[in-house]
């Protein structure tokens, strides 16, 4: 009987928590052969106090709630933190300086030197890139401020969980993609994207098969594109997401060369220039790391977050980047290695794009794909 429970308990991953800046979201998964199941997923508002500051008690509290009620397994969990808590930079150091006093002091020493605060604010990480030459250690360095850290450890606590390991949230996301798209042999040598639109900005991770090789933050985010359109069309933050999330960011093909005078075309027009500049940081960094790896072609983007089910958003891109854009969802077959729905049908109302990031920590780092 032990070794059956334990079989069973081996099969259910460690509870993935996202910590966002609207939302906190947990998520648990379970191996089904060479496959992963998403079994479980809740999402509760981060709440605040009567000032408007942070609860975390409220917001743990709620959590412990919804974890206990929907029957989640065990305690163990991995915490993500994103940025500005967390900052990823690309290295690069000369191979005879990494040898001589060791890449975990090299990379760290640089890190230090990039920081907005002092050494002792962050903790430090690295992973090394696909060699560009052979006289440079390339790696991105991430760090982590250690306050954060403590604050995202301690609302898994007060939960009723034991954070067991807190992750960039850059490489979540870069988990979540192979585990989705999988990784053929074929796409070993792509440069494939993800764009994870949050509340309050937007990450760009590039990776070069299943390595990420680039992170960026762009100027973009759901509440600053809600804001404008507020702001333009003299309106509630509220009602400004409802035409939002209604109309899109493609005008009425009605209205193709005659003034936007369609509420889908007068949305575009506000949005126009933010959509511009967003598709040219992405077409950049694109371009950026083909540079460096010129065997390699640009692959397709994943659009994650809330942001990713804003209407014909990926066609947009499609049409800007001239490469395959699509938003995270679950793929009607999805094949022997990838990830499969199998939450109870009261659970499934939080979009796939929504929930990567905590799928992404919920994967254990040795087994991204089966």
């Known amino acids: 009987m032990r070794a059956l429970l334990t079989s069973v308990r081996s099969r259910v991953s460690p509870i993935g928590v996202d910590v966002g800046a609207a939302s906190i979201r947990a998520v648990q998964l379970r191996r089904a052969d060479a496959a992963w199941e998403l079994i479980r997923a809740v999402q509760t508002p981060a709440r605040r106090d009567e000032a408007g500051d942070p609860d975390p008690q409220a917001s743990a509290d709620c959590m412990r709630s919804l974890l206990q009620r929907h029957g989640f397994a065990g305690r163990d969990a991995c915490a993500g933190i994103g940025p500005p808590q967390a900052e990823l930079h690309v290295l690069e150091l000369p191979a005879e300086t990494a040898a001589s006093d060791g890449p975990d002091q090299a990379i760290h020493a640089e890190l230090q030197r990039l920081l907005h605060a002092g050494a002792g604010d962050y903790e430090t990480g690295y992973w090394t890139l696909p060699k560009k030459r052979a006289d440079l250690l390339g790696a991105v360095g991430v760090a982590v401020r250690r306050d954060h850290a403590v604050r995202t450890w301690d609302l898994c606590h007060r939960a009723g969980l034991d954070c067991r390991r807190i992750d960039a949230s850059a490489c979540a996301l870069a988990r979540f993609a192979t585990l989705l798209r999988g990784s053929p042999p074929d796409t070993a040598h792509e440069v494939r994207g993800i764009l994870d639109l949050g509340h309050c900005n937007a990450r760009l991770i590039l990776c070069l098969g299943e390595v990420p090789v680039l992170t960026r933050v762009l100027d973009a985010g759901g509440s600053r594109w809600t804001g404008l359109i507020a702001e333009w ?21 009605a209205a193709a060369g005659a003034a936007p005078a369609t509420l889908n075309g007068l949305l575009h027009t506000v949005l126009r220039a933010e959509l511009e500049t967003l598709a040219s940081q992405i077409e950049r960094s694109y371009a950026y790391v083909l540079q460096y790896y010129p065997r390699s072609a640009a692959g397709g983007l994943l659009l994650t977050g809330g942001g990713a089910a804003l209407p014909n958003l990926d066609r947009y891109l499609a049409r800007k980047l001239g490469i395959d854009v699509r938003a995270a969802a679950f793929e009607p077959d999805p094949g022997p290695t990838r990830l499969k729905d199998a939450r109870p049908a009261d659970l499934q109302k939080i979009p796939l794009s929504e929930l990567a990031v905590a799928v992404g920590l919920a994967i254990p780092t040795e087994a991204t794909h089966g």
């Open 233 to 253: 069309f003299g309106i509630s933050s509220q009602s400004a997401e409802v035409h939002k999330c209604d109309q899109g960011v493609l005008p009425d093909p």
